[in-house]
């Protein structure tokens, strides 16, 4: 299978605590995103790679926030002193750019639980 | 703001019935729309997508359908199967831009 892989599934951490989780994309594909999904609510985008340049940063993404995609494949989305606020499922996306439109295919997720 | 509305937090529908659920959306930049499904735990799978140069679009048992003077799609699905048991969500996006914006979800619950 060569979906979109995310790892960890799940991350428990205590508050002020760093975490970091990784997306693999398609492997065809210049595009990644990630997005934030809380409970009752559709996925909010935080910010968006085309191959290694970051082309857009949501402003949910705070400073504490900080995403990379050094060689324009794998991306790490880092948290640094993470608050309880910041518990919710992140996903991870990718795409082909391009006309007419762009389909993201979605990761399964890492859940991230703030103690 | 919503950009994007899925007004009806839930839908229950007998097996082998037609199930529609419903979106609507605001921004007129928007001319790319797509449902995705989502089971608990799983990210969101991609099912079908419409382009704003067209007012329908099949793919087997899903049809999305676009009313663009209404700001308005639809996603009907017949037969309706006790596994298309899920929450639904509509995205968009706008050419110029590259993020999807989703609504909050339409859970369908397909009786047997």
């Known amino acids: 299978d060569t979906g979109v892989s995310q790892d960890p599934r799940h991350k428990i951490t205590k508050r002020g605590q760093n975490v970091t989780f990784r997306c693999d994309p398609i492997?065809?594909?210049?595009?990644l995103y990630w997005y934030r999904q809380t409970l009752g609510q559709g996925p909010e985008f935080l910010t968006y790679?085309?191959?290694?340049?970051?082309?857009?940063k949501s402003r949910l993404l705070s400073d504490r926030f900080s995403a990379e995609r050094p060689k324009g494949s794998f991306s790490t989305l880092e948290i640094q002193r993470t608050e309880q606020g910041d518990s919710a499922m992140y996903l991870c996306?990718?795409?082909?750019?391009?006309?007419?439109?762009?389909?993201?295919?979605f990761g399964p997720g890492t859940r991230l639980t703030v103690l | 703001d919503q950009q994007v509305k899925q007004n009806s937090p839930s839908l229950s529908v007998q097996e082998g019935r037609i199930s529609i659920l419903n979106c609507d959306y605001t921004n007129s930049m928007f001319d790319y729309f797509l449902w995705y499904k989502k089971y608990p735990a799983e990210g969101p799978t991609f099912l079908i997508s419409i382009s704003s140069i067209k007012d329908k679009n099949e793919d087997g048992r899903f049809t999305v359908f676009l009313n663009k003077s209404a700001k308005h799609l639809s996603l009907h699905i017949v037969p309706s199967q006790p596994g298309d048991s899920a929450v639904y969500f509509c995205?968009?996006?706008?050419?110029?831009?590259?993020?999807?914006?989703f609504g909050a979800g339409t859970i369908l619950r397909v009786k047997s």
């Open positions: 790679f085309q191959n290694e340049a970051q082309l857009e």
């Open positions: 492997s065809e594909h210049n595009r």
């Open positions: 996306a990718s795409s082909l750019a391009g006309p007419p439109g762009n389909t993201q295919y």
């Open positions: 995205a968009a996006s706008a050419s110029k831009g590259n993020k999807l914006v």
